[in-house]
Every structure is written in structure tokens, then in C-alpha cells.
């Protein structure tokens, strides 16, 4: 699909604009449905992942949406059609909602194709904080981030994660990351405490990120893999049963929201 050129500042909202604010407003509410998943209330994210997902809506390249500020880092502010999306958007990190995407639409999927699969939720927590450089020379910084570990049943792993690297940028998100300063964590079901792996074992698998950037190939064959998956979905449908279990468990306002958002997606 070509993105539509139209701007913020334009007057009009472009489709991808809009279906991005949908999309947002529907991780919110899985956020508040499933208090117990892996979700921090990060608040930068990263930007070349925003501008993939609004179809470059958005007339500058943003970095990172600063809450107390009410601007991006960039200095440029708000556009005030910009919103109601940054309202649900600057409480999550990308990554989360990318890798939600991946577990509940693909899993069923997966395990048609492999059989017994194991797909668990992965967070990896920076040490000092993770400075994310751009290929514009800007930071975005970030002290969490969230991925999926699929495991097939004969044993190989594939890591799909919502960064850069994984939808098309032309630059490594990791590169930048000695091994000694992240770790692995395992996020247990239903609890807010995290099962901490041992550094022996971290650097065993494939989070070991070496020194000058490089990595062994385990995100790329997660990006293949999600990719060829997903081209066999129905999105559409996946898309309608979220909103079915989202309605019986958002409050009336956010239901009401929307509703409004699908009455403004059907006008454009």
C-alpha cells in the first residue's frame, strides 16, 4: 500500500494516521485487560517503527515524545492533530505493542505449521540506560524492551522484537550494546515478578551481543519467519475478534472512543 504524503498539519488525517490511533487505542485497553503482562510505562519509543506503522504521516522524523513537555524530542511540537494519538501512544513502548500483535494473531498459526511451539514474552532490562542512536544523529532512550522468543519443537529459536531492524531500517538497533550491560528476563504468567536468568545463561543464547555489534542471526530469522506467517493471515478478522473481547472488558468511555475513531476511519 503507498503511504499516503498527506501531512498533520494538512487539516485532514491521513488513513494510516487514523488506523495507527485505532490501533493504539486498542493496546491501551489491552494494557488495562491484562495488568499482568510485560508492560512498562515506557515512555520513549522508537521512532523509525512509528513512522512504518503512520505511513510517514507525520511531517518530520520524530525521536521521542517527551510526557512532561508535551512535545518530541526533536524540539518541533505537537501537532494538534496529533493528539489523540500521542495521548494512548506515549504510555507504551512500541515493542510492546508490535510483540502482542505477533503473540496473539501468530501463535495459533505457528502451532498449525510446527506443532507444539513455545512462544514466551521477553524483556530485557538496560544497564546503563540504552541509548538508541539514529541515523539522524539523535537518541531515543529506552530502559526496557520487549520481545518474543519462539522456540520450535526441534529446539531451534527465533526472536521477533518490534525494532528497527525488524521492519526494514537500514541500520542496528542492537549495535550499540555490550553483552555485560543487559540481561534476560522471563516474564512468569500472571505475576508482575520476572524470573532474572543468570548472566552464565544470557550468554549462552542469543542475546549475546558482542562488543562491536555484531549478532548472530536470530532476529533476522525471526523477522523471515513472522513474515511468511503472516501473509496467510486474515487481518481483518483478527482484527474484529480483538475488538469482541476488548468491548467486554473496556469501560463505556473507551468504547465510546472507539466508536468515534471507526466513524472518523470511515470518513477518510
Known amino acids: 500500500m503507498t503511504p499516503n504524503a498527506a501531512s498533520p498539519s494538512s487539516g485532514s488525517l491521513p488513513p494510516h494516521f487514523v488506523a495507527a490511533m485505532v490501533f493504539m487505542y486498542i493496546w491501551k485497553a489491552l494494557v488495562e485487560a491484562y495488568p499482568n503482562g510485560p508492560i512498562d510505562n515506557v515512555r520513549g519509543f522508537c521512532a523509525p517503527v512509528l513512522n512504518e506503522v503512520l505511513g510517514q504521516a507525520l511531517d518530520y522524523h520524530v525521536i521521542a515524545y517527551d510526557q512532561a513537555e508535551g512535545k518530541f524530542s526533536t524540539g518541533n511540537p505537537m501537532p494538534l492533530e496529533c493528539g489523540l494519538f500521542g495521548l494512548a501512544f506515549r504510555m507504551q513502548n512500541c515493542c510492546d505493542f508490535f510483540c502482542a500483535v505477533v503473540y496473539r494473531a501468530l501463535r495459533k498459526k505457528l502451532e498449525e505449521v510446527y506443532g507444539a511451539v513455545k512462544m514466551n514474552w521477553v524483556q530485557i532490562t538496560f544497564k546503563p540506560l540504552f541509548v538508541m542512536v539514529q541515523s539522524v544523529g539523535e537518541a531515543s532512550y529506552l530502559c526496557r524492551h520487549t520481545a518474543i522468543e519462539i522456540v520450535l519443537p526441534s529446539g531451534e529459536a527465533f526472536v521477533f522484537d518490534g525494532t528497527t531492524d525488524q521492519y526494514g531500517q537500514p541500520f542496528e538497533t542492537h549495535a550499540y550494546l555490550p553483552k555485560q550491560d543487559h540481561r534476560r ?84
Open 185 to 268: 528476563e522471563h516474564v512468569k504468567p500472571g505475576s508482575q515478578e520476572p524470573d532474572y536468568l543468570s548472566e552464565e545463561y544470557v550468554s549462552q543464547t542469543y542475546w549475546h551481543i558482542t562488543t562491536d555489534g555484531a549478532s548472530n542471526g536470530f532476529y533476522e530469522k525471526g523477522r523471515l519467519l513472522v513474515e511468511e506467517l503472516a501473509e496467510e493471515l486474515d487481518w481483518e478478522a483478527l482484527f474484529k475478534m480483538e475488538l469482541a473481547q476488548i468491548r467486554q472488558v473496556v469501560s463505556p468511555l473507551a468504547q465510546e472512543k472507539f466508536k468515534n475513531l471507526a466513524r472518523v476511519a470511515r470518513l477518510l
